[in-house]
C-alpha cells in the first residue's frame, strides 16, 4: 500500500515531537507499506522568518520572499529525516524541486502545475522513506515558489493525486472532523467519513481542519484522505465521495465568527443597483458572502452583505463615493455578528433542515439577521455573543435526537 | 568591470548589518560595475543548526545534515536581496544550485567541480545584481551538498574564476593583513599586497583571515583577491602573484597558540624509527607539523612532534601500544606551547631572516623548544607564556628597523 502522510509545524516543533512523528512513521512503514511524507516548516519558524523579511522591508518582494520562506520546511525534512534514521529505516529527504513539483510563476500562491514523480519513486523502489517538504515547488526559471498558508497540504494530495496513492492522511491536533466545534459543545461526535463537498463547505465557513484546495484537489483526482490525530493514534475521519452516507441528513454545525456585516441604507430603489454595489466591492478584491436586498419602500431601499471581519472598512472605503452620490441614509459596516451554518450532503434529499434549524433557534430566542442556502448548507447570521449558544441548541436538535 | 564581493555571517548578523553590505554593494553597482555578491549564513545561524540535528541525534546523516546547513544560506541570501532592492537596485538571490554549482558527493566537505554560470551570466546581462548562496552546491544526483567551515571564500573565488571576474573581494571584521595581530602589537601594520604563498602560510598558522582553499584556488586560476573590511571603507590587502615585493623581506609575523607538542623519549635508536612513529599518527588522521629527534644517546633517541591542540591525545592514544613494545621511557604530550612564525615571499632571497628572528627572541630570552622553515617562513616553538611576547619582539626587529 502507498501512503501519504502530512504533517503541520506544531506537529514538529521541537525534537521530542519530531520523534513522535518518526514513529508513527516508521509503524507503518515497518507493516511493509511505501511512505511518503510531508512536512510544514517547523512550530512559528515561518512567521519568524515573514518577521525577518519585515525587519527589512515592508514590501518584500515575492519572488525573494518565497526563497526565503522555503527554508523553513528545508529545516523541518531534514531532522525528520534524520530522527527516522535514528530509528532504524532508511529515509532520504527531498525539498519541493527535488521532489518535482513544478509550478506557475505566480510567486507566495503559486499553482502546481505537475509532480514529476520520477525521483520520488526510485527512492521508494530503494525502499526508503520518502521525506519532502510541502508548501513549495519550482516554476520553468528554476526559481522556488510557494503555495500559501496550508500549501502543506496541497503537496500531499498532489503526490497522491500524482502516484495514485491508497490514502492520504493528513494529521493534525485533532482527531477528525466533529459534528461541532468539541472545546464548545461536549455532545459533538468525530465522524467517520464526509463528502468532499460537505469538507469544502466546512472549510468556506471556518473551521480550518484542511485547506479548501487540497480538498478540491483531493476530489476532482479522487484522492482518500484521512484527517487524524499525531498524539493520539485512534481512526481520524475519512474524505471521500458520498457512498451510504444517505441517512444522515446533516454532517456537521460549524461557525465564523469573523464576519463583517456591510449595511447601506436608503438607496434609490431602481435596476442595476445590485450590480453598481458588487463591482466596486470585487474591484477592491473582496469576497461577498451573504447578500440580503430589502423590499423597496418610499422608493428607496437597504442592501446588507457579509465580508470577511477584516475587510469591512475596505468594503465601506470602497462604495463611500456611491453611496454620497446617491444619497443613501448611511453606509456602516459591523462586526458583532457570526454565521452558524449545518452542513450536509444528506439535505440534498431531505427535506426540512433550515426548518429544523430555525426551531432550534427560535426555542432560544435567537434573532436571525441573514440566511443563505446552498444545495448542502443551510447558514443563518445571528448576533456575535449568541452564537455558541447557537451552535449548541442547533447541534441538539439533530443529533441529540437521531 | 566584473567584480566578486563576499560577506561572513557576521557582516549579515542582523537587519542593520544587512543594510550596511547592501549599501556597499550599490556603491560600486552605481558606479557601472558588474557585482556579483556570495553571502554566508546570519551570525549563529548555522551553529543554532546543528544544535538542532544534535537534538535529534549524536552522529546526523551527512546528507541530511547539508540539506539542513544548505537553509542558513537560503535565508540570508534572500534578506540581503531585498534589502539591496529596498535600496532601489534590480537584485536576484541565487541558491548554490541555483548559480551553477556542481560539486563531488563528498556530503560537509564536498570539492567544487565546476560552476555552471548561465545563469548568473544572464542575471548579469539583466543588469542585476546577483547574490548567490556560499557554501553550498548539488551534486550528480541534485542532492545539496556543503563546502565544510569557511567554504564561502571558495564559493566566491570559484565564481571569479569561472567568470574571470577582475576583482574577488573577501569582507571580514578587519581592514586586511598587518603584519602581525594589531590587537596584540600596537606597532602592527597593514600589509597592501600579499603573495597568495605567503598567505596560504599565514592561514596555516593560524592566521584566519582567508579559508585556504580559497586562496589555493585563488593561485591555480590568478584571481587577485582583495582581503577588507566591511564596517571601515578603507582599501584592504590585495592578494595576488609576487610583483616588485622583493624588498620586503618579511610580510608578517604571526602566532598559533592551538598547538600540542608530543614527545617520546627512549625509543631504540635504529632505521625506520620515523616511519614507524608517524605512519601510526597518520593512520589516526593526525597532521603532524613540526618535528625534532634528538641525536641517538645511549642506544635511544627522543622524538619530539608538534599536532593541533586539539589531537595531542589522540596522537599519544595512537602511539601507546608501539611505545609500550619497544620499551620508551615515557610518551607524553602537552599544550602549553605555540608556534610563533615570520612569513615572506622575499625570504627566498634575502639571508639571515632566521637568524635576525633567533636574535629578537634571544634579547628577551625566549627560549626555542623547535624550529622548522620552508622557503618562506620560519617557525619556532616556544612557551606558550611568552607568544605574545615574542611576536612584539619580532615584529619590532623587523618592521621597527626598516
Redesign the interface.
Known amino acids: 500500500m502507498l501512503i501519504v502522510k502530512k504533517f503541520g509545524g506544531s506537529s514538529v516543533a521541537?525534537?521530542e515531537r519530531?520523534?513522535n512523528v518518526a514513529r508513527i512513521i516508521t509503524e507503518d512503514y515497518k507493516k511493509g507499506n511505501d511512505v511518503v511524507v510531508v512536512v510544514s516548516a517547523q512550530g512559528d519558524t515561518t512567521d519568524d522568518?515573514i518577521d525577518?523579511?519585515h525587519?527589512?522591508?515592508k514590501r518584500?518582494?515575492k519572488?525573494?520572499?518565497d526563497?526565503?520562506l522555503?527554508?523553513?520546511e528545508?529545516?523541518s525534512?531534514?531532522?525528520l529525516?534524520?530522527?527516522i534514521?535514528?530509528l532504524g529505516c532508511p529515509v532520504?529527504?527531498l525539498?519541493g524541486w527535488?521532489a518535482g513539483f513544478r509550478t506557475n510563476t505566480t510567486y507566495s500562491a503559486a499553482r502546481i502545475k505537475r509532480v514529476e514523480t520520477e525521483?520520488i519513486r526510485s527512492e521508494l523502489e530503494k525502499k526508503r522513506i520518502v521525506v519532502v517538504a510541502g508548501f513549495q515547488g519550482v516554476n520553468r526559471n528554476?526559481?522556488?515558489t510557494t503555495f500559501g498558508r496550508g500549501g502543506s497540504d496541497t503537496s500531499a494530495v498532489a503526490i497522491a493525486a500524482s502516484m495514485k496513492a491508497d490514502l492520504c492522511q493528513i494529521y493534525t491536533d485533532v482527531e477528525g472532523v466533529f459534528t461541532a466545534d468539541p472545546r464548545k459543545v461536549p455532545n459533538a461526535r468525530k465522524l467517520d467519513e464526509i463528502t468532499y463537498d460537505e469538507m469544502l463547505e466546512l472549510a468556506t465557513l471556518g473551521a480550518q481542519v484542511l485547506n479548501n484546495r487540497s480538498v478540491e484537489m483531493a476530489k476532482k483526482y479522487n484522492v482518500e484522505m484521512e484527517v487524524l490525530s499525531s498524539l493520539n493514534p485512534v481512526p481520524g475521519t475519512k474524505v471521500k465521495e458520498a457512498t451510504n452516507m444517505e441517512k444522515m441528513m446533516i454532517s456537521s454545525v460549524a461557525k465564523d465568527a469573523h464576519v463583517a456585516r456591510v449595511m447601506i441604507v436608503g438607496i434609490p430603489d431602481e435596476p442595476g443597483i445590485a450590480f453598481k454595489i458588487f463591482s466596486r466591492v470585487a474591484q477592491a478584491h473582496i469576497n461577498v458572502d451573504m447578500i440580503l436586498q430589502s423590499v423597496g419602500r418610499d422608493g428607496t431601499k437597504d442592501i446588507t452583505f457579509t465580508v470577511p471581519e477584516d475587510c469591512g472598512a475596505a468594503a465601506v472605503a470602497a462604495l463611500q463615493e456611491y453611496a454620497d452620490r446617491v444619497g443613501a441614509k448611511s453606509l456602516t459596516y459591523d462586526t458583532k455578528t457570526a454565521k452558524v451554518s449545518v452542513v450536509g450532503a444528506g439535505m440534498e434529499t431531505h427535506e426540512g433542515v433550515a426548518a429544523k434549524m430555525f426551531e432550534a433557534l427560535s426555542e432560544k430566542s435567537i434573532n436571525i439577521q441573514m440566511i443563505s442556502t446552498s444545495e448542502i448548507k443551510v447558514s443563518v447570521l445571528i448576533a456575535a455573543e449568541e452564537a455558541d449558544r447557537a451552535v449548541s441548541a442547533v447541534h441538539a436538535k439533530f443529533f441529540d435526537e437521531m
Open positions: 521541537n525534537a519530531v520523534f522568518l525577518k523579511a525587519e527589512i522591508t518584500p518582494n519572488r525573494e520572499m526563497q526565503l522555503a527554508a523553513g528545508q529545516i525534512i531534514a531532522l529525516a534524520m530522527a534514521g535514528e532520504v529527504s525539498l527535488q525521483r528554476e526559481d522556488i
